[in-house]
């Protein structure tokens, strides 16, 4: 441009700053702004935001609002984004008293933070254990008008959970199913995980099956968490059916083979057969369950999932089990972690296998939290 004769200004400068910051290029974009000013070229507040938001990107706070006060300092007058830029970045680092002097000014100016302000900050309250201060400015933000996005919901959801007060998480969810908003697998995991610490198995067997209902299917975190529900409320035999309907998804005659014993669906006309003599007997409604049964989850289990069905197999003295999953992992291509053997180290020395607890250990070379472990058996 300035070989054209055409020197660019400062909005020209902006555009540059704007995509060198986004692409984390620090050096060169600070060089960028000390050209700027030897050009005379006043940056705006176009130019200071790109600052805030590439350095509160990547943590870098402090030098972000020290930059911010550059800005008031030459002049310019900080816009709605230039505050929420800082105080997100701010709730994201945990800085929290922080975050909230910046809320302080925000207000000062009559600039009222929005929804994803507040969000940030409640989430970040939670994250630091600092309940109240959560659920205060929760109630701020609906006294100002401001109506919870399925985000917040989920926020809320969680930081209840954490504080022991599932019951209320729950009403929170049912509240927000009420006012028509859709949850995501994420909310629904929050909730299920929720239930299943308190032990509340049954409830979270219900939400999980209305998961389906809107379109939101079961992640693996879903799937997990409801398997830990059922083998810590020695329900091992749903856990292990459960496991079986994540694994199989699209193999549905091998479900049933799994789990029907003597009264096996081998193919698609056994279970044709099968679901016409229960509607003949009048039994539509488990014709129903009986296939819903069979829906696709289309998740396949991962290391945790099968560490927790082994530790409820071990509890159980279930050992061959375990250790026939242990085998069933490894075919499947998962390498056993230092959860998974030293599950099944404990398993063998509860049921008296010492001999096979040792083999486990020399089977793989154990960090010292195992070798510990293992020589507390002896």
């Given at each position: 441009?300035?070989?054209?004769?055409?020197?660019?200004?400062?909005?020209?400068?902006?555009?540059?700053?704007?995509?060198?910051?986004?692409?984390?290029?620090?050096?060169?974009?600070?060089?960028?702004?000390?050209?700027?000013?030897?050009?005379?070229?006043?940056?705006?507040?176009?130019?200071?935001?790109?600052?805030?938001?590439?350095?509160?990107?990547?943590?870098?706070?402090?030098?972000?609002?020290?930059?911010?006060?550059?800005?008031?300092?030459?002049?310019g007058k900080p816009n709605f984004m230039s505050y929420c830029v800082l105080f997100n970045g701010y709730c994201k680092m945990g800085r929290l008293?922080?975050?909230?002097?910046?809320?302080?000014?925000?207000?000062?100016?009559?600039?009222?933070?929005?929804?994803?302000?507040?969000?940030?900050?409640?989430?970040?309250?939670?994250?630091?254990?600092?309940?109240?201060?959560?659920?205060?400015?929760?109630?701020?933000?609906?006294?100002?008008?401001?109506?919870?996005?399925?985000?917040?919901?989920?926020?809320?959801?969680?930081?209840?959970?954490?504080?022991?007060?599932?019951?209320?998480?729950?009403?929170?969810?049912?509240?927000?199913?009420?006012?028509?908003?859709?949850?995501?697998?994420?909310?629904?995991?929050?909730?299920?995980?929720?239930?299943?610490?308190?032990?509340?198995?049954?409830?979270?067997?219900?939400?999980?099956?209305?998961?389906?209902?809107?379109?939101?299917?079961?992640?693996?975190?879903?799937?997990?968490?409801?398997?830990?529900?059922?083998?810590?409320?020695?329900?091992?035999?749903?856990?292990?059916?459960?496991?079986?309907?994540?694994?199989?998804?699209r193999s549905p005659s091998l479900f049933f083979r799994l789990t029907q014993g003597s009264n096996q669906v081998l193919d698609g006309v056994s279970l044709?057969?099968?679901?016409?003599?229960?509607?003949?007997?009048?039994?539509?409604?488990?014709?129903?369950?009986?296939?819903?049964?069979?829906?696709?989850?289309?998740?396949?289990?991962?290391?945790?999932?099968?560490?927790?069905?082994?530790?409820?197999?071990?509890?159980?003295?279930?050992?061959?089990?375990?250790?026939?999953?242990?085998?069933?992992?490894?075919?499947?291509?998962?390498?056993?972690?230092?959860?998974?053997?030293?599950?099944?180290?404990?398993?063998?020395?509860?049921?008296?296998?010492?001999?096979?607890?040792?083999?486990?250990?020399?089977?793989?070379?154990?960090?010292?939290?195992?070798?510990?472990?293992?020589?507390?058996?002896?």
């Amino acid at each position: 441009m300035g070989e054209l004769g055409c020197m660019p200004d400062a909005l020209a400068y902006n555009t540059i700053l704007d995509i060198v910051f986004q692409k984390e290029l620090f050096v060169l974009g600070f060089a960028v702004y000390n050209l700027m000013l030897q050009l005379d070229l006043e940056p705006s507040v176009m130019t200071f935001s790109a600052i805030i938001s590439g350095l509160c990107r990547v943590g870098r706070v402090h030098e972000a609002h020290r930059m911010f006060n550059v800005m008031k300092e030459s002049g310019g007058k900080p816009n709605f984004m230039s505050y929420c830029v800082l105080f997100n970045g701010y709730c994201k680092m945990g800085r929290l008293d922080e975050a909230v002097s910046i809320l302080q000014l925000l207000e000062r100016d009559r600039l009222p933070l929005n929804l994803k302000g507040y969000s940030h900050l409640i989430a970040g309250l939670f994250r630091e254990r600092r309940y109240n201060e959560a659920h205060s400015w929760y109630g701020r933000m609906l006294k100002k008008g401001i109506v919870p996005d399925v985000v917040l919901y989920t926020i809320m959801i969680r930081g209840l959970s954490s504080e022991g007060r599932i019951g209320e998480a729950v009403n929170m969810f049912c509240e927000m199913t009420q006012r028509g908003l859709v949850p995501d697998a994420v909310c629904y995991n929050e909730v299920i995980k929720g239930l299943c610490k308190r032990g509340m198995v049954a409830e979270a067997q219900e939400i999980f099956n209305q998961m389906e209902k809107p379109g939101c299917l079961p992640s693996v975190v879903t799937f997990n968490a409801l398997i830990y529900g059922l083998c810590k409320a020695g329900k091992l035999e749903e856990a292990q059916l459960l496991f079986y309907k994540m694994e199989i998804g699209r193999s549905p005659s091998l479900f049933f083979r799994l789990t029907q014993g003597s009264n096996q669906v081998l193919d698609g006309v056994s279970l044709k057969k099968k679901v016409e003599q229960m509607c003949e007997a009048g039994q539509i409604l488990e014709a129903y369950k009986f296939l819903i049964q069979l829906a696709d989850s289309g998740v396949a289990p991962d290391i945790v999932t099968y560490n927790i069905l082994i530790y409820g197999l071990c509890r159980a003295s279930n050992v061959d089990g375990a250790l026939k999953l242990f085998m069933d992992m490894q075919k499947k291509g998962l390498s056993p972690d230092s959860v998974t053997y030293g599950t099944l180290i404990d398993g063998l020395f509860r049921v008296k296998r010492e001999e096979d607890a040792r083999k486990m250990y020399d089977h793989k070379s154990m960090d010292a939290n195992l070798a510990l472990k293992f020589i507390k058996h002896l």
